[in-house]
């Protein structure tokens, strides 16, 4: 009995003693305006650094919602550990983003400050 505790002591010694991955990835939301008409297209970038350990990992940009954050869309980042694309309001006021890095399973390993865009009315 006593062995096989031991042994389970020392597989969650291993498990908490792994570096945290993800820890140094830093994403960053850049937005091309901050003010723009209802329906129109707006390019952001959202680039995460450093590139090299990005590669492969997957990011997902979001917008607030009236209770929770909601996903957009969602990249494999390529070696530059950049993606360009672009979103489009639907409605007047004001749109909060965030990008974040997800890790294979789902988890959020980091998350770029929150960038706003004012969505003003369509002009006839």
Known sequence: MRTAITGTLAVLGILTAAPAMGADLKPTLSIA???APVGADVPYTITVTPAAKAKGTRVRIQVKGIAAWRGIDSFRLGPS?????????YQPGVGRYRALVV???????????VVSVVWTPREP
Do not use: F, H
């Not at 550990?81 to 309001?89: A, F, L, N």
């Open 33 to 35: 305006k901050s003010t």
């Open 81 to 89: 550990g950049r993606v360009e694309d672009d979103i489009e309001g």
């Open 103 to 113: 890790a294979k399973t789902g988890r959020v390993l980091a998350k770029s400050s």
